[in-house]
């Protein structure tokens, strides 16, 4: 497959009333302090409770037409995806996860009826094993990032973006595998040339990020953090996101564990939105104010909304956190006033 904006506007056509077209709402609070208009778009609100059905569903549907068997390894919302597009597809999933992957994103996986399979400690295991079954079992893997049909169908939030509020100047997001920066990069510059891109990350296990520095793909360690779908490598031997994002990303960016801590507090309290740790890296780095020469307006995706509630509600509190061996010290949240 060829990828290019035509890819991204027929990923655009098939998901029409099958992946939501979600909104894009102001937050007063960020504006404020930004001094510049942040606009927050919602694919929290997907039916998955996360952008990946996009990429899951415009893969799926593009499978051969003797497919009887679709897996993948995920860090959960690919997952969720995965199995919630083989059922609207009447195929089976088997979705490999490891042992860092929250059981609020288990369970909603095997209620869609797809068999789960747990296996390692991190990403790469599960990624190992997904690929043996695809040797011994004949199933048909789709990558969570490095595959085209996954890229263009997140890039069609670009084109929506776009379409919503053709003046958007800078948008802000999330990155991991780089499947969402590729493919929104990928549309918005072909439509719009001169938008900025910027890509942020938590600062242990940065994958891309420390790739995209050191000119190569490069392997990282991962460790548990709050940001628990942002979790894995790019793969040694990446072969579409990298190169993009490389090329249209315009820069990449890290926060640490109480950035992201604080940033759910924030959208919490003053936007009165719930959203997983790695939806709001973003807001995080903004509110940290990382990125500097931010031309308004400027969007951030908020890209999943499958956080362990009662790890949520003790960030809300204030509580500290186990983050693995570690603990996360925690504060009470102060602006907020009523
Ligand atoms: C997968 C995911 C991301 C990162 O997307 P990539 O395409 O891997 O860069 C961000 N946020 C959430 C909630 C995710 O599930």
Same mark, same amino acid.
């Given at each position: 497959?060829?990828?290019?904006?035509?890819?991204?506007?027929?990923?655009?056509?098939?998901?029409?009333?099958?992946?939501?077209?979600?909104?894009?709402?102001?937050?007063?609070?960020?504006?404020?302090?930004?001094?510049?208009?942040?606009?927050?778009?919602?694919?929290?609100?997907?039916?998955?409770?996360?952008?990946?059905?996009?990429?899951?569903?415009?893969?799926?549907?593009?499978?051969?037409?003797?497919?009887?068997? $679709?897996?993948?390894?995920?860090? =959960?919302?690919?997952?969720? /995806? *995965? %199995?919630? !597009?083989? #059922?609207? +597809?009447?195929? &089976?999933?088997?979705?490999?996860?490891?042992?860092l992957?929250?059981?609020?994103?288990?369970?909603?996986?095997?209620?869609?009826?797809?068999?789960?399979?747990?296996?390692?400690?991190d990403q790469?295991?599960?990624?190992?094993?997904?690929?043996?079954?695809?040797?011994?079992?004949?199933?048909?893997?789709?990558?969570?990032?490095?595959?085209?049909?996954?890229?263009?169908?997140?890039?069609?939030?670009?084109?929506?973006?776009?379409?919503?509020?053709?003046?958007?100047?800078?948008? $802000?997001?999330?990155?991991s595998? =780089?499947?969402?920066?590729? /493919? *929104? %990069?990928? !549309?918005? #510059?072909? +439509?719009?040339? &001169?938008?900025?891109?910027?890509?942020?990350t938590m600062e242990n296990g940065a994958a891309?990020h420390i790739?995209?520095?050191?000119?190569?793909?490069?392997?990282v360690s991962e460790v548990p953090s709050l940001a628990d779908?942002l979790g894995g490598g790019?793969?040694?031997?990446?072969?579409?996101?990298?190169?993009?994002?490389?090329?249209?990303?315009?820069?990449?960016?890290t926060v640490s564990e109480n950035e992201i801590?604080?940033?759910?507090?924030?959208?919490?309290?003053?936007?009165?939105?719930?959203?997983?740790g790695s939806?709001?890296v973003?807001?995080?780095? *903004?509110?940290?104010?990382?990125?500097?020469?931010?031309?308004?307006?400027?969007?951030?995706?908020?890209?999943?909304?499958?956080?362990?509630?009662?790890?949520?509600?003790?960030?809300?509190?204030?509580?500290?956190?186990?983050l693995g061996e570690s603990?996360l010290?925690?504060?009470?949240?102060?602006?907020?006033?009523?």
């Amino acid at each position: 497959m060829n990828l290019d904006i035509n890819s991204v506007l027929a990923a655009q056509s098939l998901l029409n009333g099958v992946a939501d077209k979600t909104p894009l709402v102001p937050s007063n609070f960020l504006s404020n302090i930004l001094k510049n208009e942040l606009l927050l778009k919602l694919e929290n609100m997907q039916p998955t409770g996360a952008f990946k059905i996009r990429g899951a569903i415009n893969a799926v549907y593009n499978l051969p037409k003797d497919t009887r068997v $679709v897996t993948c390894c995920s860090t =959960g919302n690919h997952g969720r /995806g *995965i %199995a919630y !597009a083989a #059922k609207l +597809k009447g195929i &089976k999933a088997v979705i490999f996860m490891s042992s860092l992957v929250p059981q609020v994103k288990i369970e909603a996986i095997q209620s869609l009826g797809a068999e789960v399979i747990l296996c390692g400690e991190d990403q790469t295991d599960s990624e190992l094993a997904c690929r043996q079954s695809v040797r011994e079992n004949g199933y048909v893997e789709v990558s969570p990032f490095d595959d085209p049909y996954v890229i263009a169908g997140q890039g069609t939030i670009g084109l929506e973006l776009l379409s919503q509020r053709p003046d958007i100047n800078s948008i $802000v997001l999330p990155l991991s595998g =780089g499947g969402l920066a590729a /493919g *929104i %990069a990928l !549309a918005v #510059k072909e +439509k719009k040339p &001169k938008i900025r891109v910027f890509g942020v990350t938590m600062e242990n296990g940065a994958a891309m990020h420390i790739s995209i520095k050191n000119g190569k793909p490069t392997e990282v360690s991962e460790v548990p953090s709050l940001a628990d779908a942002l979790g894995g490598g790019i793969g040694l031997n990446n072969k579409f996101t990298f190169p993009l994002c490389q090329k249209l990303i315009d820069d990449t960016f890290t926060v640490s564990e109480n950035e992201i801590y604080h940033a759910m507090q924030t959208l919490y309290y003053e936007d009165r939105i719930i959203a997983e740790g790695s939806c709001v890296v973003g807001i995080a780095a *903004i509110l940290a104010k990382k990125i500097r020469n931010l031309n308004g307006p400027i969007a951030t995706v908020l890209t999943g909304r499958n956080v362990n509630m009662s790890m949520y509600t003790d960030i809300i509190n204030g509580s500290d956190i186990k983050l693995g061996e570690s603990i996360l010290s925690g504060s009470r949240y102060k602006q907020y006033k009523e």
